[in-house]
């Protein structure tokens, strides 16, 4: 069976902070894949940065604008009702994954509404498989469009604030349902192994996020400037940054960081800088689109981020991508991208000094960081380039469909 229509399911898409979801549908268009995009809600216009995320937006279809139209979520139920037996398993289902307690129970039917819904509209486009990104609410609705319908889904689980509540996710269930699990680091898979039936263990294979290195070029590296882009929240690590920035202008009188993206903490981490004395050195931009991310890159010398809980960060691959070095912290799968003195530095989570440190470093030794940009570069392009990546995936829903019994193996640094 060729795969030619698949349909990609997420909470919000297209979104700022997701970017590595769309290129990865831009990517599977361009091995020839039909790729419809729906969102569970519709994004804000807040989170939608430049005219390609606005038209991709436009023709996403939201499955809640839909099902609040009262005669289409009749009609769609009533299509799943002319088969009983799958209808009620399905409600069944929705009833027995749901997280304890009303509310709970309560958003789960929810789901199984909005699952209805989607079902329909992925049968009438003629969608031969469904992948979803984030294994949370969107993905309970995935399960349930294949509980219904019978449309095989795959999902892509990253973490790691799903492993810090498994259960209530159901991850185990989803794991088992699915085709297969695209797993975006090794840590990642073994925090699914601890949570899932071994028996399914094999069809959990290694994805990697991606991006697209001709996007970016090097750096002039002239030992001058620090760029974060993120969100701006209490995860990222940001209040560490720019609490150590004050020492670092001591020896880097020139030095200035900037900011890019948005979130909660905006206000607060503004007036931190503030009282740090930072305001001429130290810039808020807020949102950019990936061509401002890239250009912003192209005139960076160090990138740094001091996060608490990531998975494998795509502003890191982005970064790596542009030649530029990072310092970030020795979390999750973090490891696996950012090689320890050769394509940036690790650092201990929330240790201010030894983030200095590793900074100061950098900015002292203009061939060192020209080096492990370099090397930064050429481990993007192998083992995290979205078109590699891409083709990798369809290869599994490619494998899956031929034969559901399938176990491919991923080829690690093939050519292009």
Same mark, same amino acid.
């Given at each position: $069976?060729?795969?030619?229509k698949?349909?990609y399911?997420? *909470?919000?898409?297209?979104?700022?902070?997701d970017t590595?979801?769309?290129?990865e549908?831009?990517?599977?268009?361009e091995? /020839?894949?039909?790729?419809?995009t729906?969102?569970?809600?519709?994004? !804000?216009?807040?989170?939608?940065?430049?005219?390609?995320? +606005?038209? @991709?937006h436009a023709?996403t279809?939201? %499955?809640?604008d839909?099902?609040?139209?009262?005669?289409r979520l009749? +009609?769609?139920?009533l299509?799943w009702?002319?088969?009983?037996a799958?209808?009620?398993?399905?409600? =069944?289902?929705?009833?027995?994954?749901?997280p =304890? *307690?009303?509310?709970g129970?309560?958003?789960?039917?929810f789901?199984f509404?909005?699952?209805?819904?989607?079902?329909?509209?992925?049968r009438d486009?003629?969608?031969?498989?469904?992948?979803?990104?984030?294994a949370?609410?969107?993905?309970?609705?995935a399960m349930?469009v294949?509980?219904?319908?019978?449309?095989?889904?795959?999902?892509?689980?990253h973490?790691?604030d799903? &492993?810090?509540a498994?259960?209530?996710?159901?991850?185990?269930?989803?794991?088992? +349902?699915?085709r &297969?699990?695209?797993?975006i680091?090794?840590?990642?898979?073994?925090?699914? #192994?601890?949570?899932?039936?071994?028996s399914?263990?094999d069809r959990f294979?290694i994805?990697?996020c /991606?991006?697209?290195?001709?996007?970016?070029?090097?750096?002039?590296?002239?030992g001058?400037?620090?760029?974060f882009v993120?969100r701006?929240?209490a995860?990222?690590?940001?209040?560490?940054?720019?609490?150590?920035?004050?020492?670092?202008?001591?020896t880097?009188?020139?030095l200035t960081?900037t900011l890019?993206?948005?979130?909660?903490?905006?206000a607060?981490?503004e007036?931190q800088?503030?009282?740090?004395g930072?305001g001429?050195?130290v810039t &808020?931009? /807020?949102?950019?689109?990936?061509d401002e %991310?890239? @250009?912003?890159l192209m005139?960076?010398?160090v990138?740094?981020l001091?996060? &608490?809980a990531e !998975?494998?960060?795509v502003?890191?691959m982005?970064? $790596?991508a542009a !030649?530029?070095?990072?310092v970030?912290?020795?979390?999750? *799968? %973090?490891? @696996?991208?950012v =090689?320890?003195?050769?394509?940036?530095f690790l650092?201990?989570? !929330?240790?201010g000094?030894?983030?200095?440190?590793?900074?100061? +470093?950098?900015?002292q030794?203009?061939?060192?960081? #020209?080096a492990m940009?370099?090397?930064a570069?050429?481990?993007?392009?192998i083992?995290?380039n %979205?078109?590699?990546?891409?083709?990798w995936?369809s290869?599994? #829903?490619?494998?899956y469909?031929a034969?559901p019994?399938a176990?491919?193996?991923?080829?690690?640094g093939?050519?292009?």
């Amino acid at each position: $069976m060729t795969l030619q229509k698949l349909a990609y399911l997420t *909470g919000e898409y297209p979104r700022a902070s997701d970017t590595f979801i769309q290129r990865e549908v831009a990517a599977l268009r361009e091995i /020839g894949h039909e790729v419809l995009t729906c969102s569970i809600r519709t994004t !804000g216009a807040e989170h939608l940065v430049g005219q390609e995320q +606005r038209e @991709e937006h436009a023709r996403t279809f939201k %499955v809640l604008d839909a099902a609040k139209n009262p005669l289409r979520l009749i +009609r769609s139920h009533l299509r799943w009702l002319r088969r009983p037996a799958r209808y009620l398993s399905a409600l =069944k289902l929705a009833w027995q994954t749901a997280p =304890k *307690g009303i509310k709970g129970r309560l958003y789960n039917l929810f789901y199984f509404l909005e699952a209805g819904v989607l079902a329909a509209h992925l049968r009438d486009q003629g969608v031969q498989h469904l992948h979803n990104h984030i294994a949370k609410a969107s993905c309970t609705v995935a399960m349930l469009v294949n509980a219904l319908s019978n449309l095989p889904y795959s999902f892509t689980i990253h973490g790691p604030d799903i &492993f810090f509540a498994p259960d209530h996710w159901r991850i185990d269930e989803k794991a088992a +349902r699915a085709r &297969f699990v695209a797993c975006i680091s090794d840590y990642c898979r073994s925090q699914l #192994m601890c949570f899932a039936d071994q028996s399914h263990w094999d069809r959990f294979h290694i994805v990697h996020c /991606g991006v697209d290195p001709l996007r970016y070029t090097a750096s002039p590296h002239q030992g001058e400037s620090l760029l974060f882009v993120g969100r701006l929240a209490a995860v990222k690590g940001v209040p560490i940054l720019l609490d150590v920035l004050p020492d670092l202008l001591k020896t880097h009188p020139k030095l200035t960081l900037t900011l890019i993206g948005d979130g909660p903490d905006r206000a607060a981490l503004e007036q931190q800088a503030q009282t740090l004395g930072l305001g001429d050195c130290v810039t &808020f931009l /807020g949102y950019r689109n990936q061509d401002e %991310v890239a @250009e912003a890159l192209m005139t960076t010398d160090v990138f740094v981020l001091p996060s &608490f809980a990531e !998975g494998v960060p795509v502003v890191l691959m982005e970064a $790596m991508a542009a !030649g530029v070095p990072v310092v970030t912290t020795q979390i999750a *799968g %973090v490891p @696996e991208l950012v =090689k320890q003195a050769h394509t940036g530095f690790l650092v201990p989570p !929330g240790d201010g000094p030894a983030l200095a440190e590793a900074v100061d +470093r950098l900015l002292q030794d203009n061939s060192e960081r #020209m080096a492990m940009g370099d090397l930064a570069r050429d481990t993007v392009d192998i083992e995290y380039n %979205v078109r590699r990546e891409a083709r990798w995936l369809s290869d599994l #829903m490619q494998s899956y469909a031929a034969d559901p019994q399938a176990r491919p193996k991923k080829r690690r640094g093939f050519a292009e």
